[in-house]
């Protein structure tokens, strides 16, 4: 059990480019999650996978936003035209059940200049 | 709604103290999650506990403990004998047995002074 690993773990842009970040789940973990944290608030919740099917979005995740797990392992999260209200930390965590405890990924912060 | 509140931003003690970290949640659903994370400063969550709704039994954990009261709708986090290494965010967060999603609150700075 190596943990939910993100990728990367920095990515500065400019704005307008198009962004693309991993998340690998533990590997037994069949639900996915994509959450985003501002400066100084809780995780905010985006998007939600059970195996290969996105089961859930927020109103956060706008248009611009998309996200898969083609296979029902890794996910990937792209931001297509990147705003400087992009910028945050995008966190990925994983679970075996609803309510159970999410593991979370160390995040991949964005900084859109 | 369902919202957690942590109406303390940022807390310092000195080390040693004793400390209480407040969470008051707010949700319609009788079956519920509620959960403490703590995210020191290298970002990444760390899970500390979960609880269900039907489950108001304190625990206690070497140096934390938690209260929860339904009839408050509060999950208190108590870290007795602090230290430095505590030093963290610390999150309070609710989950539905319905939903995918946790719902965290803006989480409570704490710092443990030498």
């Known amino acids: 059990d190596t943990g939910v690993s993100q990728d990367p773990r920095h990515k500065i842009t400019k704005r307008g480019q198009n962004v693309t970040f991993r998340c690998d789940p533990i590997?037994?973990?069949?639900?996915l999650y994509w959450y985003r944290q501002t400066l100084g608030q809780g995780p905010e919740f985006l998007t939600y996978f059970q195996n290969e099917a996105q089961l859930e979005k927020s109103r956060l995740l706008s248009d611009r936003f998309s996200a898969e797990r083609p296979k029902g392992s890794f996910s990937t999260l792209e931001i297509q035209r990147t705003e400087q209200g992009d910028s945050a930390m995008y966190l990925c965590?994983?679970?075996?059940?609803?309510?159970?405890?999410?593991?979370f990924g160390a995040g991949t912060r964005l900084s859109v200049l | 709604a369902q919202k957690v509140t942590q109406a303390q931003t940022e807390i310092s003690v000195v080390e040693k103290e004793d400390v209480t970290l407040d969470c008051v949640y707010e949700t319609r659903d009788t079956t519920y999650y509620l959960f403490w994370y703590k995210q020191p400063p290298s970002g990444e969550l760390v899970f500390l506990i979960r609880r269900n709704s039907f489950d108001e039994q304190n625990e206690i954990s070497g140096r934390y403990s938690w209260n929860f009261q339904k009839s408050t709708s509060s999950f208190n986090f108590t870290i007795t004998a602090s230290q430095v290494v505590d030093s963290a965010v610390y999150f309070c967060?609710?989950?539905?047995?319905?939903?995918?999603?946790?719902?965290f609150g803006s989480g409570t700075r704490l710092s443990i002074r030498p």
């Open positions: 590997s037994e973990h069949n639900r």
């Open positions: 965590a994983s679970s075996l059940a609803l309510g159970e405890y999410q593991y």
């Open positions: 967060a609710l989950s539905y047995s319905s939903a995918s999603k946790i719902i």
